[in-house]
């Protein structure tokens, strides 16, 4: 069962994606919020409520649109490594070019992310769902662990 303070920590987090931050202002002391607040995150009833709560907290940052908008607002950082992910974020590559007669300017070709980018952006999403430790749990012997990596990345049910 969670109290008020472990709701207030996951909404928090939702808002912030940050654990320190989040347990501070939740009502945790200064030497938990450094040291173990990292293990609420683990716990399965807070993310199962970040889960369920993540669309509301999503609602209310609509709602309120004429605040100023943060970055670090959850929604738009998953919705950034998706499209990191999925290629529709491009990289920009500048170069300056000389002329023959020494005139410079400036080229900017926008190219697809690296692989290793859109890797790291699924790992990010799979680590704000807990995702990653289901990875991890699989046995080495299961000769489709890269197919359900690749799914659950993806968000398909990889139970079917």
Do not use: H
Request: proline share 1%.
């Amino acid at each position: 069962m969670l109290t008020d303070r472990m709701k207030k920590f996951a909404m928090k987090y939702l808002e912030t994606g940050d654990v320190y931050i989040s347990s501070k202002e939740a009502g945790y002391s200064e030497t938990y919020a450094k040291s173990k607040a990292y293990l609420l995150l683990e716990r399965m009833d807070i993310q199962q409520f970040m889960n369920e709560s993540a669309g509301a907290v999503e609602m209310q940052n609509i709602l309120a649109s004429d605040r100023e908008y943060n970055i670090s607002n959850a929604g738009r950082v998953l919705e950034f490594f998706s499209d990191v992910m999925e290629g529709r974020v491009k990289d920009e590559i500048v170069n300056v070019v000389v002329n023959s007669e020494g005139e410079s300017s400036v080229v900017i070709t926008k190219v697809n992310p690296k692989t290793r980018d859109r890797i790291e952006a699924g790992k990010q999403l799979a680590k704000r769902f807990g995702l990653d430790k289901v990875i991890d749990s699989i046995s080495d012997d299961d000769v489709d662990k890269d197919v359900i990596k690749v799914e659950i990345v993806q968000g398909r049910d990889c139970e079917n």
